[in-house]
């Protein structure tokens, strides 16, 4: 965990404001942007791949197993465009931030 | 051992950058700085560095490329003069708060314009609030041995800063003189390895440089440089220290020639020193009691320390080869006023803007201004402390 | 083995985490990560990144969104910088300071305005000189982060907050710098526009190439900007596809000179379908404008046949 924030003292900062931790932006939180929020359909879902890569906000996790998961609600700032691709109806976009 | 030879100063500087050998130089030609990546580009293609010579398309990537080699772990060298810092402006600043111990040699030249490719310290002097650490060079043997100290100054942990070696253009880059050589290993020695703690090419610890820092972070991160910067001065008379007990060429904050028992005195920066102390000897044996403070570390300032050597005088001179044009003042004379009135030390000076553009210095113009000196140790009467020497139609109005 | 999204997906860690603070829907992390996964797992990068969306949006203090390691410095110099730190690696290997048997690679994000306009110069340094590392420009058509002003990515007629469409001046009044072909001129190893189509093929193969071809690369990937364009967030792939299918956008590579045109649509739609769904062409589309329209049609025309006509030249 980053231990930084603003109220750390001045010589607990890193000099520069370098960052050591590559990758903590996931301690981020972006889920509370959401205005509109999708909802994953299972039982519609092909498992097709297109919905995949298309989310800004990396909030589709996909297994190793190559399929999709429920969305990861954390980041998901609900832009709709992994609604607007699948040709299943298996991502369905409802208003505020939960679904 | 040391090695007799004799080298311009531009020659002097790649020769310490030859036995620094650093990882990465990035330069681009700007007179009177572009014989030292010419020199040194003769070392790179023939093998007598490692270092990979980055010949860019202009100063400011320059700077840049010198900024993503030191933060990828390499140590990196540039040189440039006047509108080529100019040009780097940006990449200054960045290069200090990423806390990059890089090392540039800035040649002294007047910024434009009009253009003017002869000395001055303006474009130094635009520079010296970047958080730099910036020392001074009277001639070729300073400009050396500087380029010899600075890496270690600034890799120290307590610092971690860049490091700019100034000396004057053309007076000192393009002129021969006598230098005292250091061997290769000895240099090599002295300098040591670089092993920075955090850097890009580290895959064990991929870091991330250069961040949006926002309100709650940027005024520490500053300050954070401020402190550095004041460590740097005990580093700075550190690593001076073993310089001296390795080569006998003994360096301080600054150098005081006959200073002790002067009355009056005058303070500069780089070669006009030189001139100087010439006037200095020649008032001395007729009875004139003068002297000298040269300023070497010229970022951060030795504020204390000026006061205090001043503090004994009559009148002070601090002569300034740039003009702030702020209706005040030069800024080495901002500064010495400055250190000396916070010290309590109510000394008369007065500053003289000399030397713009190459404007030829000669030792009758620095008696002129002893000459004015004795008359305000005198007095103690100043009419007008910004003043100018050299220039025709007499004191600006 | 033959590109599978869904392999890729699932195989290659996002290298281009959440937690991100760019606007829902946009376009450039979605190429930005997509470019990443195209790294051989086993491979460290070292990122540079042209002050604009991106960089303010994935590293704002304590946060990082890059897994590799990653520099900003500002806004004209990625191309710099990133030389640096490849000329640092080019050294240090050569010395022996780093293990031999592991790479790392190079690779720049710019926006438009970081890329075409005040980092060219930095950029044309940095390819000129041939360091091994790829310049990827994401071109959204305008100074987004600053508030969506014109620059010279901009498409003609488009209203943005420094060529807005008044009674006057009916937005931008030139045409759109062309960027690719700056860089083919500079006869590099591998140049290509892509943009995100699924199954992102095009992307990825474009990227992987960019990266593991030695020497510099450049790719400009067209970058939708919702709030900039003006269409709904959801509407990203829909714009992409109609950028490439209008010709708008022509996906193609250039290897060693070679053109190679690696979409060409089964039909080639009208411009007004690309122009139509954005607010920023809005104007185009009111009664005594259709001027507007035909000469924008003519000029996308007049290139996507220069594309063709380099395509059979070049393979002759």
């Not at chain 2, 090695?3 to 620094?20: C, D, F, P």
């Not at chain 2, 580093?235 to 301080?252: A, H, M, N, P, Q």
């Not at chain 2, 009056?264 to 001395?284: H, Y």
């Not at chain 2, 005040?328 to 916070?342: K, R, T």
Request: charged share 25%.
């Amino acid at each position: 965990m980053t231990e930084i924030n603003s109220n750390t003292p001045m010589d607990d900062l890193t000099i520069g404001g370098n960052i050591y931790q590559a990758g903590n932006a996931r301690e981020f939180k972006t889920g509370d942007w959401r205005s509109s929020c999708p909802v994953f359909h299972e039982e519609k879902c092909k498992q097709c791949g297109l919905c995949f890569a298309v989310c800004p906000d990396d909030s589709i996790p996909v297994g190793k197993d190559q399929k999709r998961t429920d969305f990861n609600y954390d980041y998901c700032k609900g832009c709709g465009v992994c609604a607007k691709v699948c040709p299943f109806g298996a991502i369905e976009m409802k208003e505020g931030v939960n679904k | 051992m040391s090695i007799r030879e004799r080298l311009s100063g531009n020659e002097a500087v790649a020769t310490a950058m030859k036995q620094i050998n650093p990882d990465v130089v990035a330069a681009f030609p700007i007179t009177p700085s572009t014989e030292i990546p010419q020199y040194f580009s003769t070392f790179v293609a023939n093998g007598s560095v490692d270092t990979e010579f980055v010949a860019v398309e202009s100063e400011h990537s320059a700077m840049s490329a010198c900024i993503g080699a030191q933060a990828a772990g390499a140590r990196a060298m540039t040189a440039t003069s006047a509108n080529g810092l100019s040009l780097m402006w940006e990449m200054i600043y960045i290069a200090s708060s990423l806390r990059l111990p890089m090392v540039m040699n800035l040649v002294n030249r007047a910024v434009s314009g009009p253009l003017n490719i002869h000395n001055d310290h303006s474009d130094a002097m635009g520079v010296r609030d970047s958080g730099w650490i910036m020392l001074f060079s009277e001639n070729n043997q300073e400009a050396y041995d500087n380029n010899l100290m600075a890496h270690r100054i600034a890799e120290h942990k307590d610092v971690q800063l860049p490091v700019m070696i100034c000396q004057d253009g053309f007076i000192t880059s393009h002129s021969i003189e006598n230098i005292e050589l250091e061997d290769d290993e000895t240099v090599k020695k002295f300098v040591g390895e670089y092993h920075p703690e955090h850097y890009l090419l580290n895959r064990k610890e991929p870091i991330a440089v250069g961040p949006l820092d926002l309100q709650g972070y940027l005024f520490e991160h500053k300050t954070q440089q401020a402190n550095a910067m004041r460590n740097a001065k005990k580093v700075i008379e550190e690593v001076s220290k073993d310089f001296e007990k390795l080569t006998g060429r003994k360096y301080s904050f600054f150098e005081e020639y006959k200073l002790d028992d002067a009355e009056i005195a005058i303070v500069c920066m780089n070669s006009t020193a030189g001139t100087t102390k010439f006037v200095v000897d020649e008032l001395r044996s007729k009875g004139v009691k003068a002297g000298l403070l040269k300023i070497r570390m010229f970022r951060p300032f030795p504020t204390v320390e000026v006061a205090k050597a001043l503090s004994h005088l009559k009148a002070v001179a601090v002569l300034d080869k740039s003009d702030s044009l702020n209706g005040a003042g030069g800024a080495l004379y901002e500064d010495v006023v400055s250190s000396m009135y916070v010290a309590g030390n109510n000394v008369p000076m007065v500053n003289y803007v000399y030397g713009i553009g190459g404007r030829d210095t000669k030792s009758d113009d620095i008696e002129s201004v002893y000459t004015d000196l004795q008359e305000i140790a005198k007095t103690g009467k100043i009419d007008n402390p910004y003043r100018y020497l050299g220039l025709r139609k007499g004191d600006a109005k | 083995m033959p590109y599978n999204l869904k392999e890729v997906v699932a195989n290659k860690p996002s290298r281009f985490t959440a937690g991100h603070r760019m606007c829902a829907g946009c376009g450039a992390p979605v190429v930005g990560r997509m470019v990443l996964r195209a790294l051989k797992e086993e491979d460290h990068a070292v990122i540079a990144n042209a002050t604009g969306c991106m960089e303010v949006s994935t590293f704002i203090y304590p946060y990082s969104a890059w897994t590799d390691s990653f520099i900003h410095t500002a806004f004209e110099c990625a191309g710099a910088t990133l030389s640096g730190a490849e000329a640092a690696y080019v050294s240090l290997k050569k010395q022996g300071k780093l293990p031999e048997d592991e790479h790392t690679k190079f690779i720049a994000f710019g926006g438009d305005g970081g890329t075409y306009d005040i980092g060219i110069q930095s950029l044309s340094g940095a390819m000129e000189r041939g360091h091994d590392m790829v310049y990827v420009c994401y071109d959204n058509g305008a100074y987004m982060n600053t508030g969506i002003q014109r620059s010279s990515a901009t498409p003609k007629f488009a209203d943005t907050t420094t060529s807005p469409a008044g009674k006057v001046i009916p937005g931008k009044m030139q045409s759109r710098k062309d960027l690719t072909e700056i860089m083919v001129s500079h006869h590099l190893p591998y140049v290509a526009q892509t943009l995100a189509l699924n199954p992102f093929k095009d992307l990825y193969e474009k990227a992987e190439k960019a990266i593991y071809t030695k020497g510099p690369a450049f790719l400009n990937v067209m970058a939708p900007c919702p709030r900039g364009w003006g269409y709904a967030t959801d509407e990203l792939m829909q714009i992409n596809k109609l950028a490439a299918d209008t010709c708008y956008w022509p996906l193609y590579e250039v290897v060693d000179g070679k053109y190679h045109i690696t979409y060409k649509p089964a039909k080639k739609l009208p411009i007004e379908e690309f122009l139509k769904p954005q607010k920023r062409f809005r104007h185009m589309f009111k009664p005594g404008n259709e001027w507007m329209i035909e000469e924008f049609q003519k000029e996308v025309d007049r290139r996507w046949q220069d594309l063709l006509d380099l395509e059979e030249v070049t393979n002759k």
